[in-house]
């Protein structure tokens, strides 16, 4: 069973709009902070934005600020990912990241979320694509 798995990719035009989402199987996601990262071809991962568990505190890469909302919903066991006004360099490959972490240690994300291996994450799903072309 996989432990992540993201949804919600695809081709969209640039300034649309996408909304990615990440499911956890078999994890109790209130137990966990989560992440969502980037890679583009020929580039390294980056961390895009990430939400602490229990406090819920957030953190958002300069170049994604004020575009992308992440959000948790842990009676569903999904994060979220809404994507605005998309730029052609926003493509990459999206990965949903999840480090356990059930009493907030880490918090706040901003001192973990933007390493760019994201090596602290302890489960990974399998990437969604988004691809912002006209």
């Known amino acids: 069973q996989v432990p992540l798995v993201e949804s919600g990719g695809g081709l969209v035009q640039p300034g649309g709009s996408l909304r990615l989402s990440c499911t956890a199987n078999?994890?109790?996601?209130?137990?966990?902070?989560m992440g969502w990262f980037r890679q583009a071809p020929g580039k390294e991962r980056e961390g895009v934005s990430c939400?602490?568990?229990?406090?819920?505190?957030?953190y958002y890469a300069d170049s994604v600020k004020g575009r992308f909302t992440i959000s948790r919903d842990d009676a569903k066991n999904t994060v979220y990912l809404q994507v605005n006004s998309l730029k052609p360099e926003d493509t990459a490959v999206y990965y949903c990241?999840?480090?356990?972490?059930?009493?907030?240690?880490?918090?706040?994300?901003?001192?973990?979320?933007?390493?760019?291996?994201?090596?602290?994450?302890?489960?990974w799903g399998q990437g969604a694509q988004v691809t912002v072309s006209s």
């Open positions: 990241g999840a480090r356990f972490d059930p009493y907030s240690h880490y918090d706040p994300p901003a001192n973990w979320c933007p390493a760019s291996s994201g090596s602290v994450m302890d489960y």
């Open positions: 078999g994890l109790t996601l209130d137990d966990y902070s």
């Open positions: 939400i602490s568990s229990k406090k819920g505190n957030t």
